[in-house]
């Protein structure tokens, strides 16, 4: 039986210039939720958060775009990937159902160390969704953090490289 021998030589690389080094990514998506703001009165009440989207992924049609949307936003866009996708899909965070109960002795969901966990969560669960190469290809992703309005009666489809 021949003994084989494992190649370590290094590989061959291209000197790095400047450009290469403090240049721009070859590819980049930025995703931040931040800007939380509370709207409404009694039960019409909810908090949305602002969703700042810097990317230089052909896929996507723009390459900066900021768009406002709720937690149960996300939670359409989660069910909607898992329906239509081949992508498990993390959690989101959540559910604050103790939190909804009256006579607390603290603003429920509207207090701010709630919407700053909340704010975090639902940024973590937004960048590993959109930093996932098939979800990149679903039309309500894109939907989610690129227009303005979301069209919940879509049509599910995949979106084609431009």
Not at 5 to 23: E, S
Not at 55 to 76: A, G, H
Not at 100 to 122: C, S, V
Request: proline share 7%.
């Amino acid at each position: 039986m021949a003994e084989t021998v494992a190649d370590t030589r290094r590989l061959i690389t291209k000197p790095q210039n400047l450009n290469d080094a403090y240049g721009p990514p070859s590819n980049f998506l930025e995703i931040d939720v931040s800007n939380p703001q509370t709207v409404g009165v009694g039960r019409g009440r909810f908090t949305t958060y602002e969703i700042r989207v810097k990317t230089n992924l052909p896929i996507f049609k723009l390459k900066e775009s900021t768009v406002r949307r709720r937690y149960s936003d996300s939670e359409w866009l989660r069910s909607e990937l898992e329906r239509e996708s081949k992508v498990v899909v993390p959690p989101l965070p959540g559910k604050a159902f103790l939190r909804q109960l009256p006579f607390r002795g603290d603003d429920g969901i509207f207090d701010d160390n709630f919407i700053e966990e909340r704010k975090q969560g639902l940024e973590q669960f937004i960048n590993k969704v959109a930093g996932h190469p098939l979800a990149q290809n679903e039309r309500c992703l894109h939907m989610f953090l690129q227009d303005e309005i979301i069209d919940k009666s879509y049509t599910p489809s995949k979106i084609r490289h431009a």
